[in-house]
């Protein structure tokens, strides 16, 4: 099985500062990652996939990257609504793998 | 618009049975691939498991031991989840997710139903 493996497990961050996350699979998976964002008490949401592809109505600071094991997700100017944890999940060749998430919080 | 409703959960004793249900509306529920996802308290997202649009693929996660089968019924929109042999470490929220396509991520999720197991 595929296992992915998010870092920092949590970070704390002012407004407007940049944000990095980083996610690492076991294996080769192309650009089969896509990140998802949860808030305190919400369900989760689709911010990119494909690796880089912003879902549709999320945010132009958010932006992914990343090929082959390593992918990161950027948030170029935090904001307070951007509380929330954040889990990558891989959907290579049929399987659904998250990773464990990251807890972002303002200083 | 796109509508996952959960329902089903509740609290029940280790080793009995529970099944949970997802009602779709706003979009062509018999063309997509539903998963289900599950959120133990404070913890992370576990995917559980998936059925393909035609019902014909059937994946699980290894955990699932064989105690849980993943199952739709296109005339009614609806996706379930039959857990048997339930042990205190499936206590979580159990969320349904539509793919975009198939084997792809989840753009639509419910709201979730909590699972709770205990004596």
């Known amino acids: 099985d595929i296992q992915m493996t998010q870092s920092p497990s949590s970070l704390s961050a002012s407004v407007g500062d940049r944000v990095t996350i980083t996610c690492r699979a076991s294996?080769?998976?192309?650009?089969?990652l896509a990140w998802y964002q949860q808030k305190p008490g919400k369900v989760p949401k689709l911010l990119i996939y494909?690796?880089?592809t912003l879902q549709s109505g999320v945010p132009p600071r958010f932006s992914g990257s990343g090929s082959g094991t390593d992918f990161t997700l950027t948030i170029t100017s935090l904001q307070p609504e951007d509380v929330a944890t954040y889990y990558c999940?891989?959907?290579?060749?049929?399987?659904?793998?998250f990773g464990q998430g990251t807890k972002v919080e303002i200083k | 618009q796109v509508q996952l409703v959960e329902s089903g959960g509740g609290v029940v004793q280790p080793g009995r049975s529970l099944r949970l249900s997802c009602a779709a509306s706003g979009f062509s529920f018999s063309n997509y691939g539903m998963h289900w996802v599950r959120q133990a308290p404070g913890k992370g997202l576990e995917w559980v498991a998936v059925i393909s649009n035609d019902g014909r693929i059937k994946k699980y996660a290894d955990f699932m031991r064989g105690r849980f089968t993943i199952s739709r019924d296109d005339s009614k929109n609806t996706l379930y989840l039959q857990m048997n042999s339930l042990g205190t470490e499936d206590t979580a929220v159990y969320y349904c997710?539509?793919?975009?396509?198939?084997?792809?991520?989840?753009?639509?999720w419910g709201q979730g139903t909590l699972v709770t197991v205990s004596s």
């Open positions: 997710a539509k793919e975009a396509n198939w084997a792809e991520p989840f753009d639509y």
């Open positions: 999940q891989t959907y290579h060749i049929a399987t659904w793998t």
């Open positions: 294996q080769g998976i192309s650009n089969y």
């Open positions: 494909a690796a880089s």
